[in-house]
């Protein structure tokens, strides 16, 4: 059984950082790119970042370059999001996805974490 389980949301005030971290299981973990997405109320949801398995490779979202940074850990299957200089805009729901390499077909997503971010 697949399952990829967010935690580490909340809410934090303006200027400040929230760690996000993703349990996965029940899948080839290092035969998946994995990503974050976020989606905020009445908004399409969108990609936020992303890390493959060819040497680290990492892509973000304009909006979140020299903010955010994607890790992953092969050992503990885990996919982490470190969130700095959070703004109100940040404020989302926030998703795990993985991508098989192989297949298109083979995707899972998390259930999410909600971030808030206010004074």
């Known amino acids: 059984q697949v399952q990829l389980v967010e935690s580490g949301g909340g809410l934090v005030q303006p200027g400040g950082s929230l760690r996000l971290s993703c349990a996965t299981s029940g899948f080839t973990f290092s035969a998946y790119a994995m990503s974050w997405y976020r989606q905020a109320p009445e908004k399409e949801r969108e990609l936020v970042a992303t890390?493959?398995?060819?040497?680290?490779?990492?892509n973000y979202a304009d909006s979140v370059k020299g903010r955010f940074t994607i890790s992953r850990d092969y050992t503990k299957k885990t996919v982490s999001l470190q969130m700095n200089s959070l703004k109100p805009e940040d404020t989302a729901v926030y998703y795990c996805?993985?991508?098989?390499?192989?297949?298109?077909?083979?995707?899972?997503w998390g259930q999410g974490t909600q971030v808030t971010v206010s004074s």
């Open positions: 890390i493959t398995t060819a040497a680290g490779s990492t």
């Open positions: 996805y993985a991508q098989s390499y192989v297949s298109t077909h083979e995707k899972y």
